[in-house]
């Protein structure tokens, strides 16, 4: 049974009565040892940690109504909007979790991250061609070859003009089909229905799906694959089943050697702490600096506290394709799981990507909202995110992320700050004691956003103490970016945690075997070599460019006609 771990089992009989370790984080791993002391919320309750997770949630969505700090920006200079997408799509590259801990009440019973090897666009090519067909083109070498070739392009599918449905709209959706002559209790899926739904994106990762931006960003990198597929088609063509075989692999590195190099030199760069930046990634990456094991698994510190910061950086509105703002809320609408009566995408979501990044110097429309501790309304949205147990959790992300935080059993930040300090000596350069830096600061701040006449949910005595002995990762790791760098990037602790699931990823997923290895930081045209021993010719990399940023390769792409396919 893939993705069940036994040893939940107890748990789903008994109930989860106290926060312990668990030794069997099924494909995860603490950052460092953890021990019943030093995890977050040790000893207590679980149902009261939830509890008051809830009203800390309700403090955070206080913090935007909040009138005593005027002029105070929301916009993030530093880090445009298509990076709030860019780290969702790299936050499913790294971890694929089978349930959600904040749903079952931490019973682990299936819990299991299916990311095996993060960081290789797992999200994109799925089990490939033979274990993901959905997501490859059916070719007319397929057809020809009786199902012999093997699907290698990637689909995009047709997008709609809801004021003219006749109108032929370019291919710039994810594909998506529609049921046909099945069994589902919610569709009438018989022949020429016209109110048959397109309830399947046809994507290795359904969270690709999520929303109109995500399922945008998915589509850029389909395009590239199939463009480059397309080089190698032309100087090495595809003969037998074997080649067709190498060039989807070989695509599939390239692609991915740019994505790794994109993340280190331009989503690292802006999101990290600059001295926590020079530390694990310059002049090159040191794995030697790792005070994580990269071969046990993401750490949860990770997946459940540091990298849920991109839920803060979701605007209330996006100016997509002009300068006219749409409500991000509408973005949410277009999804094949959620809404299949609203998709394939329509025209106001064709996103022009120089409104979303930095482009020849000019700076876009959409900037992401700073690191802080305050979230859109979106985020905080009880359509989009009910409560996940009514009697005991508040509405929203702030309140999930603070939940699944209470049940994934990972460091208490004080005692992990502490630890790093101790565990490396060098860190403590750049990561300031806990109680020195940020206890009195989180005081003053947590009694700043009290509102005793409104109508939102106030703490309860010991609330305040309690928080500041031990705040939960995801919050504090908000906290620190505002405090230590204005919310424009993360601070020392945040860093550390995101620089070490990274690094480890890359050191745990090498891209190659043996003699074939690639290296993310040297150049593509310095690794042609490697290609060679595969059989690719080396004129399919005369038009790959050398990227080192997300700008690189919409820039490359536009030059190439990939950003506005009919």
């Known amino acids: 049974m893939h993705g069940i771990s036994l040893s939940t089992i107890p748990e789903l009989v008994d109930g989860v009565t106290r926060l312990a370790v668990d030794a069997d984080l099924s494909g995860t791993q603490n950052l460092l040892a953890l021990t019943d002391d030093s995890m977050f919320g040790a000893g207590k309750e679980p149902a009261e940690l939830r509890k008051l997770m809830r009203r800390l949630a309700a403090r955070i969505s206080r913090e935007t109504l909040r009138s005593d700090r005027p002029g105070r920006s929301e916009d993030n200079p530093n880090i445009p909007s298509g990076y709030t997408y860019l780290l969702q799509f790299i936050a499913h590259d790294m971890v694929n979790t089978s349930i959600s801990l904040a749903a079952t009440a931490g019973r682990r019973f299936g819990f299991q991250n299916a990311r095996q090897q993060p960081l290789t666009l797992d999200t994109i090519y799925g089990g490939g061609p033979d274990v993901s067909p959905q997501v490859y083109e059916y070719s007319a070498q397929c057809v020809h070859s009786r199902g012999l070739m093997p699907r290698t392009k990637m689909r995009c599918g047709r997008a709609q003009d809801r004021v003219h449905p006749d109108e032929k709209m370019p291919f710039a959706d994810i594909g998506r089909a529609m049921p046909v002559e099945v069994q589902d209790s919610g569709l009438d899926s018989s022949p020429g229905n016209p109110e048959c739904l397109r309830t399947e994106a046809l994507v290795a990762d359904a969270r690709n799906d999520d929303h109109a931006l995500i399922a945008q960003v998915t589509l850029l990198f389909h395009r590239m694959h199939n463009f480059i597929l397309d080089q190698l088609n032309s100087a090495t063509p595809a003969k037998t089943a074997s080649d067709a075989y190498r060039n989807l692999i070989c695509a599939r590195f390239i692609l991915t050697l740019l994505y790794r190099r994109i993340i280190v030199k331009d989503v690292m760069y802006r999101l990290l702490d600059p001295s926590v930046y020079r530390y694990y990634f310059l002049p090159d990456i040191n794995s030697g600096k790792l005070v994580c094991d990269p071969d046990a698994g993401v750490p949860v510190e990770f997946s459940h506290g540091a990298f849920r910061c991109g839920h803060a950086m979701t605007r209330n509105s996006y100016r997509v394709r002009d300068d006219t703002p749409i409500p991000a809320t509408r973005a949410m609408q277009f999804s094949s799981r959620r809404a299949p009566q609203f998709v394939p995408l329509s025209k106001e979501w064709i996103v022009k990507w120089e409104q979303f990044f930095e482009i020849n110097g000019k700076k876009p429309a959409n900037l992401s909202r700073r690191l802080r501790p305050d979230f859109s309304s979106l985020a905080r949205s009880e359509f989009y995110f009910p ?180």
Do not use: C
Request: charge should be negative; charged fraction near 25%; hydrophobic fraction near 45%.
């Open 387 to 566: 409560p996940l147990l009514l009697s005991s959790d508040g509405p929203g992300l702030p309140n999930r992320d603070l939940v699944s935080a209470v049940y994934a059993r990972i460091w208490s930040v004080p005692k992990l700050i502490d630890a790093l300090r101790a565990k490396n000596p060098e860190l403590a350069n750049f990561l300031p004691t806990y109680q020195r830096e940020y206890a009195a600061k989180l005081t003053a701040w947590l009694n700043e956003t009290a509102d005793p006449k409104g109508g939102s949910e106030q703490f309860e005595a010991g609330d305040i103490a309690a928080i500041v002995d031990d705040p939960p990762l995801p919050f504090f790791v908000l906290f620190e970016a505002d405090i230590k760098h204005d919310g424009q990037r993360l601070g020392p602790l945040g860093s550390i945690i995101i620089a070490e699931a990274i690094i480890g990823a890359m050191v745990k997923s090498p891209l190659g075997k043996g003699p074939f290895v690639l290296d993310p930081m040297r150049l593509l045209k310095d690794q042609t070599g490697e290609f060679r021993k595969l059989g690719v010719d080396e004129k399919a990399f005369s038009v790959i460019s050398e990227m080192q940023s997300f700008e690189d390769l919409l820039v490359f792409m536009n030059a190439h006609g990939l950003l506005h396919q009919g």
